[in-house]
């Protein structure tokens, strides 16, 4: 099953990628007039005209934004209109949002572009086309005004979704403009404003879609609900690659409300029932027999050996390379050397993974939360034999994603369970537990950094061997590069406006070791600056230690300037050096999805080795901040997924199964735990960098480099849970 | 055949004795505002109130709350308005994906009843809720604000 999810997931991949990249040879050419979806004007659903795929006007002046990315709460779907509203001079307290189908999509050429929603790429990679139809359609409303009032355009402005023909002093609604403008060609030249005239972008806003969460009235993908509708509920074979041997579906076939027990795949089971608690209920009663396969005899100690050889091995790929870093070693004064290690990881969204589909001989519909809506729709034409012209996908409110919901393995799983029975909505959801133990996981790996002085106590060289699993491997083959997966270098890389290593060092190798496991590994928000953020900045405070040099002044002669003036920011505000009695101050800097971030953390640990987290100090220079208030709260949020991952994730593998089930075995951060956190943010313009991840990687070296000044113990393996902080 | 009293309404739930709350809720009354997250009584998703205190539902099973009030947070304020929680929720941008915050509602709510004017350790003490989007600080806020209202 997993071979062929990694063919589906590589396939939906391959669609998206084969459509942007032509695209993209042509100047990423989004279509903004109406008559792109062919003769006459497009109506939304309750025929108000759209003005071009982004907008629709309805009489009653009222702005539907059509939002292409999924809102998993963080903000894009506020973000995004902002941006669209801000050229368009409308009515902010008039705007609505509503999501495109990627059916729909498909249909109309790809006119919303990508869905694909991870990586912080919302706005930053879709920022100038969503602009552009927020223009496009502000001059088309101009322009429709100026031929009713037959004066010359130029004569006419638009601002809160009026038109006003300044020398008569004329003025029109854009609901009483919008039938017009639909039915014109869109301007062939758009410009689109600068930054510092903002009114509606840039501001902390608040979010559009609040109010539903308060009372229970926002339908998230668990809560669908559809005449005639069972709920099935799943066990898939423990181990990863796994089989069913058989099961015994007469053992619980007359159990209360169950409906029919099939198989899924060949790796799963299925209970249909009349409700959840009964499906579940049938299934933990299920006698499954299973064929673990070679994955079974695999436990966290084998996996640990076998990266560990990875340190030293003689292949490995290059990330990043300067002047010659082992030679270098080889004549250094002085060397340090430090092994670290990062476990595999859930994301334990807290709404678990569901989907719900309804498939008949020539239809296949799917009501899913997904991260990207393209690809589940892929899965299901494939998963159901359809042609993609016949099915659909309708993106549910995602109780959380961070990376998990990018893949539509259960998206998979509910259509081949669905059309076992023709005619019926199904709505799949796994248990805790199956979530617990069918993740893609964090990736596991080990570090191993070496790094020299001269004879002055300059650092010379550094060479950072990391061995361990590669997320493109697992989940997206189409990525890798001769063997190598460029991802692994998040943070790491030469240059380049993802994520640029920001030390200056003369000779420097940044090499991988790739070591893959027979379980997946994922995009988990943060992916692989979590750890790599960790090893390069916790061993710079090992090599400030072994130079005499206090942590800041040792990154400041060795930092390129936009990483070290984010360090700044953050430490002139947090009083760095100067904590108060009893606590301590650690550092730590980034670059990641296209932002430059940096923290200071202020712990203190007591005689008993508890460790409480006062106060962190969060810098982010995301370029360009369309919503300061909502990029606050990410960095916020940022934080208890950072730290919550430092203190308790881990998940171990035993027999090839893990071993974590649910949140009494795999602990997060509670509200007790919560530090003050001070966001910073310092946006220096010109570039557009996400914010929904960057803050995570800086939250554990943080931590720990201020754990280190507090008790002189560094930590190298994680999570800290399993290790004393008592002093000695 | 299970009958439950919930937001001040009857119902006839046909569901095994043993059923959790939580799913009799969600799947035979058809409120789901109340969410399922762990069920084990770890996550607070599922907090509902039950003769007013906070309770999670998805490890109570509904033959022991018969005969009691049964609150959920679609019960909490009557259509159309908000409680002082919900309100502070709506004016400090607390939600992120918004799931855990049914259950984060309920809980503040009851500890707002026993504890008007809550300290931070008093909050510390009370919420065990999980936020993964980690609003935690907004939580905070927003319950001040509450108290204070």
Known sequence: MTVSMTKLDRRAFLVGVAAAGGGLSLGFQIPFGATSFGAGTARAADGAP???AWIVIR??????????????????LTGLAQLVAEELECDWSKVTTEFPTPGQNVARKRVWGNFSTGGSRGIRESNEYVRKGGAAAREMLIQAAANEWKVPVGECSAANSVVTHKPSGKTATYGKLAEAAAKLDPPKEITLKDVKDWKVAGKGLKRLDTRDKLNGKLVYGIDIKLPGMLTAAIRDCPVNGGKVTSFDAAKVTGMRGVKKVVQVGDSAVAVVADSFWNAKTAVAALPIVWDNGPGGKVS????????????????????????????????????????????????????????????????????APTQNGEAALATVAEASGLPVGKCEVYKMMLGGGFGRRGRSDYIQQAVLIARQIPGTPVKLLWTREEDMTHCSYHPVTQCKLTGGFDAAGNLTALHMRISGQSIAASLAPQLLQNGMDPVTFQGLNPGGPEGAFGYNIPNLLIDHAMRNTHLVAGFWRGVNTNHNAIYVECFMDELAQASGQDPLEFRRKLLKPKHLAVLNAVAEKAGYGKPPQGRYHGIAQIMGFGSYVAACAEVSVDAKGVLKIHRIVAGTDPGTAVNPAQIERQVCGSFVYGLSAMLYGECTVKDGAIEQTNFDSYNVMRIDEMPQVEAVLVPSGGFWGGVGEPTIAVAAPAVLNAIFAATGKRIQTFPLMNHDLKSA | MVSLNVNGKFYEADVDSRTPLLWALRDTIGLTGTKYGCGIAQCGACTVHIDGSASRSCSI???????????????????GTLTKVQQAWLDNDVPQCGYCQSGMIMAVASL??????PTDADIDLVISNICRCGTYQQVREAIHAAANA
């Open chain 1, 50 to 52: 759209e003005i071009n």
């Open chain 1, 59 to 76: 009489p009653d002046d009222s702005v539907v934004i059509r939002i292409a990315r999924s809102e998993m709460g963080q903000g894009t």
């Open chain 1, 300 to 367: 966290s100690e084998s996996i640990g050996a076998m990266l560990k050889e990875g340190l030293d091995a003689d292949q490995a790929y290059v990330g990043n390379k300067a002047g010659d870093a082992k030679a270098a070693l080889a004549g250094a004064a002085k060397t340090v050397e430090a092994v670290y290690a990062y476990p595999f990881q859930n994301h334990a969204t807290m709404e678990p993974m569901n989907a719900t589909a309804l498939y008949t001989d020539d239809k296949c519909e799917v009501w």
């Open chain 2, 61 to 79: 099973p509904v033959s022991s709350v018969v005969g009691k009030e049964i609150t959920t947070i679609e019960g909490l304020a009557p259509d």
């Open chain 2, 112 to 117: 707002l009843k026993d504890k008007p004017k």
